[in-house]
C-alpha cells in the first residue's frame, strides 16, 4: 500500500505512478485495487479517475472502466503536424508586426547582464 501525504491530492500521486510506469499503457485501473493501494475511499478513486480523465492522462470506456493512454504513433504524427503548422504561422504574424526598438530593445541588455553575471568573471566574451 503506497500512503500519501493527508496534503497530497490523490490525483497527483496517480499521475506520478503513471508516469513512472507503475502502469503501464492500456491497462485497466481497477478501482478496488487502486482503494487499496493508495488506502482512500471509493469515491477519492472515482474522483481523482475523473480529474485524470478530465486531464487526458486516461481514458473512460463505458461500462467498462478506465485505462492508461496507450502511445498512438497516427494520433502522435497529427498532433506534431498541427502544432507545427500553428507556430510556424504564429512565428510569422510575430515577425511581421515586431518593430525594430523592440529587438534592438534587449540585445543592448546583454552586455550588461553579461557582466553582472558573477559565473561569466574571468571567462571571456560570448
Known amino acids: 500500500m503506497r500512503r500519501r501525504k493527508p496534503n497530497k491530492d490523490l490525483s497527483d500521486l496517480l499521475a506520478a505512478d503513471i508516469r513512472a510506469g ?15 493501494r493508495y488506502d482512500a475511499s471509493r469515491s477519492e478513486i472515482r474522483k ?11 481514458r473512460y470506456e463505458p ?10 504513433g497516427a494520433a502522435t504524427d497529427e498532433i506534431r503536424d ?5 507556430e510556424t504561422s504564429a512565428a510569422e504574424v510575430m515577425v511581421k508586426k515586431v518593430q525594430q526598438d523592440q529587438i534592438d530593445g534587449p540585445l543592448h541588455l ?5 557582466r553582472s553575471d558573477p559565473q561569466r568573471k574571468g571567462h571571456g566574451d560570448l
Open 48 to 58: 481523482s479517475l475523473e480529474t485524470l480523465f478530465t486531464k487526458r492522462i486516461i
Open 22 to 36: 507503475v502502469y503501464s499503457p492500456g491497462s485497466w485501473l481497477k478501482q478496488i485495487d487502486l482503494q487499496r
Open 110 to 114: 546583454g552586455p550588461a547582464i553579461h
Open 63 to 72: 461500462n467498462r472502466g478506465y485505462y492508461v493512454h496507450r502511445e498512438d
Open 82 to 86: 498541427i502544432r507545427i503548422m500553428l
